[in-house]
């Protein structure tokens, strides 16, 4: 039980990832908890999947570098680290102990980590998922929050929004959304009250009373910096949606200004975007998602905009048109072997539109995937959205 | 009354301005009394101040030249226009027998074409203004909509978007929001029936039933082409504010690009923007405004990132960071002696919050005022417009 004069345990944090957006997000959270003592443990353990790394003409472990230098020299080089992130090589020891879970990996090494982790979480510990996108195939949708919440048996929110990792880490000012609602529990039964959509388990415990509680408040407060912006709300699925979906928007924005139609266009293009966005949110997701989440928070429309300003995806499909070459000869020469995010959402979200049978009730998405195969032109997607209903 | 095998009379649609925008729109909307002519009376007369221009080395009538060549040589070179426009230099002879008055001329010319216009237009016409922006002075906030509206005791509507002229004529698409909401009438008794935030007045007449409706739909098909897409909302105070608070969001804008924010930064900025606009059309147009004009429609959003993206508010403001000048400077090498509306409706808005007593509620758009007055910095944006509420 609390005590009187507050509470008597602190929360432990623990990162689950240390690539560019993991570095970032962990540097963020390290200082934090030397700004909220009363609220955390200052020290925060980032896991590191452990290589060989050059540095002053050496071999050293990347973990022992981060831990002297204070600073990860493979994935976000010159940028000094809080000496309170400790990296850890071996995930389940990162986690022992953690009430505070976050999230921020590549989405394919979800299942592993999770798989590894299973049994050796705390029981009562709340996750963040950091990690952009969704995964959807023809048959399902389904929120990377959700499966690290139902494989590990905790609640798991999850942090999206307009953030280039880099430039978070070089604290240029940015917006951010997360989003947290676990289930109301009654401390001492233990159980869950009521039902809310995401990573909603029988298994999640309540937090005993010795720990400060994890509100709003608390949570803004391991996340929020005066260059980092937080924003919370409880629409997990809205703000893990937005991340995703403005993929297959960006490739629509870059198409019609690569068609030097302005940024009237273009604008129109985000607009009509965002609204399919909600659409589908309240379509497949309908109990948690607020139009909200899409048109008024950074995770929503701030991230819409900054995508199709200058993305990868917005670029590609841009010069797709430009030069009159196909996405995806574009994609292997300006990316270096890497993959455009937005053409494969586009794909996985026609499987499975068409298998609901809506595809015609989500006219950009549709437009996306048709000019994609070769069905449709660019230049019709005015034709293609346009609402031709009577009000 | 109908007859059963529909309405005996049509519209008759006058434009009252012949600028950029102006004939832009009479181009839009003479397309669409040809294309709807159960409607609308074919020919669209437009009013144009007379001026004499050159033309194959003579000096000629501007409204002759636009009947005969069928273009504005003057304020839309190159672009054709119907036929069925027909230029008026007489403003009473424009308006006779026209049930619809699309306003689209200079704002401060507003105040004296109503003085000649009063007494002379149809009693129960229609008006829609395309006028950008509201007037602001310490006292009040007004809309144009508002003024026509009262001065010739008419309803009158609104229409705004991310519409940048040129483009509009060249018909490279684009989207914009037509607000339009008449008090019902009961035709037999001719008054209005209940009262809404607009041009409301105990003049207005109801239009007899040997006309078509005004319905959304109908206005819709006035404004609604292939590369122009319409959405009718009923809320004229919020396409207005959109038009004029984008401009002061911009400067904010081009201020963190200026310093090298990146996308994000500048994001985040117009989504705060948009959330200041939304909390101003509350504060002061209570019964009407929806927070959808400004987070959903073409007039809100779309035209919110548009001028973000290269509006002259936003570049000015953008060049005077970069080159460490202040902005008064910037503009008048830019802009050829024309003025910024970003600055003057800033000075404007910041005038009448501070008697309202509410300028620490609309963060953002005091700290432009302070960026401007040199009492802050672009530097301390983030910092001024941080919420330190714990939710």
């Excluded at 049994?119 to 023809?138: L, M, Q, Y």
């Excluded at 949570?219 to 703000?239: N, Q």
């Amino acid at each position: 039980m609390a005590t009187l004069g507050g509470t008597v345990k602190k929360h432990k944090v623990a990162i689950i990832g240390s690539g560019n957006w993991g570095t970032t997000i962990a540097k963020v959270v390290a200082e934090n908890t030397q700004a909220n003592p009363d609220l955390f443990e200052r020290d925060v353990r980032m896991w590191v999947y452990e290589e060989q790394v050059t540095v002053d003409q050496q071999q050293q472990k990347l973990t022992q570098v981060i831990n002297t230098k204070h600073e990860n020299v493979k994935y976000l080089p010159n940028i000094p680290l809080p000496t309170n992130i400790i990296a850890n090589p071996d995930l389940i020891d990162t986690v022992r102990d953690a009430t505070i879970l976050v999230f921020n990996l590549p989405h394919q090494f979800i299942a592993r980590t999770c798989d590894t982790l299973k049994g050796h979480v705390v029981p009562f510990a709340r996750g963040i998922s950091c990690i952009k996108g969704v995964n959807v195939t023809e048959d399902k949708c389904e929120l990377f929050s959700d499966t690290i919440g139902q494989q590990l048996g905790i609640y798991c929110g999850a942090l999206s929004g307009a953030n280039i990792a880099t430039e978070v880490a070089l604290e240029k000012w940015s917006e951010t959304t997360v989003a947290y609602d676990p289930p109301e529990m009654d401390s001492r039964h233990q159980t869950p009250v009521g039902s809310r959509r995401g990573s909603e388990s029988g298994e999640q415990k309540a937090l005993p009373a010795e720990y400060p509680t994890l509100s709003h408040s608390n949570i803004k407060k391991l996340f929020h910096r005066p260059y980092f912006h937080v924003r919370m709300v409880h629409d997990v699925a809205g703000v893990s949606l937005g991340g995703a979906l403005k993929n297959v928007v960006a490739l629509a924005a870059g198409w019609v200004d690569g068609l030097g139609w302005g940024d009237n266009a273009k604008a129109a293009v985000m607009r009509v975007g965002i609204m399919e966005e909600v659409k589908f949110g309240k379509a497949f997701f309908s109990n948690s998602v607020r139009t909200e989440t899409f048109t008024e928070e950074s995770c929503g429309v701030a991230d819409m905009i900054t995508s199709c300003s200058g993305g990868r995806n917005f670029r590609c499909a841009k010069m797709s048109v430009q030069e009159g070459k196909p996405i995806g000869e574009i994609e292997e020469r300006e990316l270096n072997g890497q993959k455009l995010q937005g053409t494969s959402t586009a794909y996985e979200v026609n499987a499975f539109l068409t298998k609901e049978g809506k595809e015609q009730e989500f006219p950009l998405f549709t437009a996306v995937y048709n000019i994609l195969e070769g069905n449709k032109k660019p230049q019709d997607i005015p034709d293609l959205i346009e609402d031709r209903s009577n009000e």
